[in-house]
């Protein structure tokens, strides 16, 4: 008979955010997912920074003019764990789906924006945090590190997310192609309404997303946030803001393997988009295309990837690390560096003397090697 991959239904909610309301957002977030689960998906997925509202207002004004805007977006930005992730858990757990939420995570006095991954038994399995925020965003959000640059296990399969230009990050995108996800959440903001981006940000959203679809041989849902009324409103305090910054806007869709729309595109107005996933459909890319196996040349082009977390702060380990920082040998014990150097002393004697017997050299070398290994292990803790 041979393997047989699930075939499921996923949603991507296309919806303007409460600004910047974390518990009206949340509210939102809650009724959409029992409506997608009444609807039979499995899994949904939501905008870039759905709770508590992309800070739009970032480009309408200079720092000194948005800074109580900022405060009131700092202050109902999202701690992870907390009530706010409890409660989405529940939602998850309750409708018997898998979650993606897009959401600005604050940790200590920086926040960060971030995709939340949360299974149908209400269990948070991971988070991506946007690696490079994109230009006037850097003033609000922080860097992600390697850590973030995950997939995870629902249970249909390996999954992974990117946020916003992130898709424009081609080596960000291989290093998750890699590991091979079956499914790909693209969050982005919705920003076709503000003048200037009408039509290119729409453009640009749906290159990354179907590239991303037919090289990652994977299916990709597309979800970008939209501005309603309300919005606009709070955030427009002059003719200029009013004149940029439109209602609307959001470019949606859900790609299958090899890049085709098989739902959508939905622009410029909330609504939700349904379609089945049919894993089984990945094969029909797989016999002509791998991009990390069978057409790949890692002998020729290769990846490095840090995936270390990023730490302002860290142990010293007995003076090795300090070593490094301050240019200085290791403290270690005095008696034994100097058996060391006189032994390393002593054979470079013996290789400038005539008809020195080089395997009395040689196991002179094992014994320095291997002293030199037990002075790296201690130091190093």
Known sequence: MGDAFPVFKAAVVQASSILYNREQCLEKAVALIKEVAKEGAELV????SFIPGYPYHIWLGSPMWYHELFKEWFFNSVEIPSKTTDVLCEAARRNNIDVVMGLTERDGNTCYNTLLFINRRGQILGKHRKLMPTHVERVHWGYGDGSDLQTVEFDFGRTSGLICWEHTMDLARHALIAKRPKVHIASWV????????????????????????????????????????????????????RQFFKEGGGWSAIIGPGGGIIAGPLMGEEGILYADIDLNRIADMAHWHDATGHYARPDVLSLLVNSEKYQVVRPMRHGVEEAALFGRPPAGDSATAGRLLAGIEKLSAMLQQKGAVLPEAEALMLELRAEAERITVTTSG
């Open 45 to 48: 997925a939501f905008p870039e």
């Open 190 to 241: 919705g920003f076709s309404n503000v003048v200037g981006w009408e039509t290119l940000f729409n453009m640009s959203t749906e290159l990354c997303a179907r590239y991303h679809a037919h090289v990652g041989e994977c299916y990709v849902l597309n979800v970008q946030g939209t501005a309603d009324k309300a919005c606009v409103e709070k955030l427009c305090q002059t003719d200029y803001q």
